[in-house]
């Protein structure tokens, strides 16, 4: 398995990015497309397309985050799911980024709980950290079981999304960017 990664500006598949992020994220865990396209242009954002020989298989979203990443979003196509593209890519960006974190949504549901394993037996460990955003909970969770999570590290990964303050307006309007508090989580 040889995947290559595209950056969306060089891709020729910007329609199918589209259209995985689109049917891959419920409305609330999703940016405006035009703004994750924006955002592109700064230096700290990685939006690429997944490639295995010219074949499309799915997209990841990264925000530098001065010292760690954040996986901002990962999707495989549907018919790709269960094939080990997205195993391969966590270890790929494991390899590249060394410590990366990711929200994952905490709903209890049957394919929640899956998403998490699946983070899980792919080199992610638990930080029991948890917040809400946009009426959606979340926990965190961590490439680097030693790397402090912090409400100040949530806030980089979106004000590390772009220069712009018209930008940064505009996503304080839609995600939680100032004020994240951690909340306590029954286990």
Not at 44 to 55: D, G, Q, T, V
Not at 75 to 100: F, H, M, P, Q, W
């Amino acid at each position: 398995m040889n995947l290559t990664y595209i950056d969306y500006y060089k891709s020729s598949y910007k329609n199918n990015m589209k259209k995985l992020y689109i049917n891959s994220f419920i409305k609330e865990e999703r940016f405006p497309f035009w703004i994750l396209k924006s955002c592109i242009k700064n230096k700290n954002i990685h939006f690429n397309a997944i490639l295995e020989n010219k074949s499309f298989i799915g997209i990841y979203y990264l925000v530098n985050c001065d010292n760690s990443v954040y996986l901002m979003y990962l999707a495989i196509e549907k018919d790709k799911r269960g094939k080990k593209y997205g195993s391969k890519v966590l270890k790929n960006l494991i390899k590249k980024y060394k410590t990366i974190f990711l929200s994952i949504e905490k709903n209890n549901s049957i394919e929640s709980n899956k998403r998490k394993q699946f983070y899980l037996k792919n080199g992610f460990y638990e930080t029991n950290k948890f917040y809400i955003d946009n009426g959606v909970s979340y926990e965190v969770l961590c490439t680097a079981k030693n790397y402090k999570i912090t409400e100040d590290v949530l806030k980089k990964r979106y004000s590390n999304m772009t220069n712009s303050k018209i930008i940064k307006f505009l996503i304080s309007k839609i995600f939680n960017t100032n004020n994240i508090t951690f909340i306590n989580e029954k286990r």
